[in-house]
């Protein structure tokens, strides 16, 4: 029974990863290029968005001048010469399997906090902005909560707004939420607290979206057989608890696991499709220009 109960695990996983991967607005990892430093004209910007994209789909190398593929419609609503749009370079390339979540996430926080602390060393009096999507909405997540809790790399009064797509740490209490998912509905990591920066965010979320609305579109999966596990998965470099995974795979378990499998599967395509449509990207843009300086 063992041999099957692991072959089911490892089966479990793999679609966990699946999904993970789908999260990415594209499954295509974006070229890696030669390091470009962060320049700013000689008249600073009087607002700074830095957009995060989702995993699968950047590198530490991309040039942060530069607008990414996933946020072309967001980068030219955005851009002007009131708000300067940088790209966060971070190694969000969970697809190789060669890194955890946890550990390209943190990257990406690492990332974010230099970049930020760079423009604002040249820029004191610029206004931040953050547009995260998916593993960016996370990283994005973490930044707003740092800045909340007095540690994050600018002060309260700097952060102008921040929205969140597709946010695997979605938070809907005290935030302008946008989407058709439920505000009870779970995300697939725990929710973050905002503190007193609430008001400036916005979280949007779409029904089944398989980051922010999990419990919805994979519920056994991700709250009953892996939960937080799934952040620290990294199959290529054996980095996955096997045991754990066996203990929780009872015949129910293994029973709604298969039959969820059709909802993952949209889950993946609400989050790949979803927030470029205009009922969704429009009030982000909308959210971020309300709070420009």
Known sequence: MLPSLRRIAASATSVTIAG????????????????????LSSSCPANATIYMAPMGTNS??????????????????????????YTLPYDSVLTTNLKTYRETRDSGISQ??????????????TRFH?????????????LVNSIAEGNGPISKGQLGSSVMQGNPVRQTNGVTNIGTAPLDDKPLFKPLDYGDQSSKVMEICDAKDFACDTSASAPELLHHVLGDQAADVALLTGQIDIPAIVSKLDPPTITNLIAQAPSRREGGSVHSYNYYLPQNLIPAISFIKQHEA
């Open 112 to 125: 974010a906090k230099k970049l930020i602390k760079k423009i604002d060393s040249q820029c004191p009096q």
């Open 20 to 39: 993970l991967a789908v999260i990415s607005a594209s499954s295509a990892t974006a070229a890696a290029q030669p390091t470009r430093p962060t320049s």
């Open 60 to 85: 530490s190398l991309y040039p942060a001048e530069l607008p990414h593929y996933t946020d072309i419609p967001q980068y030219f609503g955005l851009s002007n010469a009131n708000n300067k749009v």
């Open 130 to 142: 953050f547009y995260g999507y998916s593993e960016g909405a996370d990283v994005a997540a973490h």
